[in-house]
């Protein structure tokens, strides 16, 4: 079946511009996880959803990060005035419930000019 | 608070030898522990996992890991190398039952594969 899929794979984008990245989870999936992974580095939790509700905002680097997941599906995670330490492949996973294995997207990597 | 620290971020070995990577937890609660493997331009994909069951654990491709509580270690082997094991992996711990099931993640290390 379909794995998470992960909108768009690349990115560049000028410093001061806006960003939104996409994740598709697998269908039927209640938990959603964003992180982030620089450049030589592990991922790093950035937040995590269950259903539509963001149970988990911890992981946010400052407010000019924010993601939703109106309907409990898609998700979107927003960069705003993004910075060149906001460089890096960003993950999202999703898992059944819970307590379940997290299934990982191929990630977005994104470069600040 | 919990951590993960994999020791050697580069190891490289001969087609056929034994691989061995280390990673060692911190946790206050039983953990839940975990390997990745990460190939150039992928996500991440499962190898295994340990959650409080047997203490060693096997997962794809051959590879398998052991829990030793009195270590705190989580290391993973595989008895031969094969060219395609080259990537990178990470070990992972997350506390089930807590308030996010969150992972958190080593730095990594990177297997070469010497032919």
């Known amino acids: 079946g379909a794995g998470v899929s992960q909108s768009p794979r690349y990115k560049v984008a000028k410093r001061g511009q806006d960003v939104a990245l996409r994740c598709d989870p697998i269908?039927?999936?209640?938990?959603l996880f964003w992180y982030q992974q620089a450049l030589g580095q592990g991922p790093e939790f950035l937040t995590y959803?269950?259903?539509?509700?963001?149970?988990?905002k911890s992981g946010l680097p400052s407010d000019r990060f924010f993601a939703e997941r109106p309907e409990g599906s898609v998700s979107t995670l927003k960069i705003q005035r993004t910075q060149q330490e906001d460089s890096a492949v960003y993950l999202c996973?999703?898992?059944?419930?819970?307590?379940?294995?997290?299934?990982f997207g191929p990630g977005t990597r994104l470069l600040v000019l | 608070a919990q951590s993960v620290t994999q020791l050697g971020s580069h190891v490289s070995v001969s087609e056929g030898a034994l691989v061995l990577l280390r990673c060692n937890y911190s946790?206050?609660?039983?953990?839940?522990l975990f390997w990745y493997v990460q190939y150039p331009n992928q996500g991440l994909q499962l190898l295994l996992k340990y959650t409080s069951a047997a203490t060693l654990v096997k997962g794809i491709n051959g590879f398998e890991a052991e829990f030793k509580k009195s270590e705190t270690s989580f290391h993973l082997t595989k008895p031969s190398a094969h060219m395609s094991d080259a990537a990178e992996y990470f070990c992972?711990?997350?506390?089930?039952?807590?308030?996010?099931?969150?992972?958190?993640f080593g730095t990594g290390t990177l297997l070469a594969v010497q032919p």
């Open positions: 992972a711990v997350s506390n089930y039952g807590g308030a996010t099931n969150k992972l958190i």
């Open positions: 269908s039927g999936h209640v938990s």
């Open positions: 996973a999703s898992s059944p419930s819970e307590e379940e294995t997290q299934y």
């Open positions: 946790s206050s609660v039983p953990p839940y």
């Open positions: 959803f269950q259903n539509e509700a963001q149970l988990d």
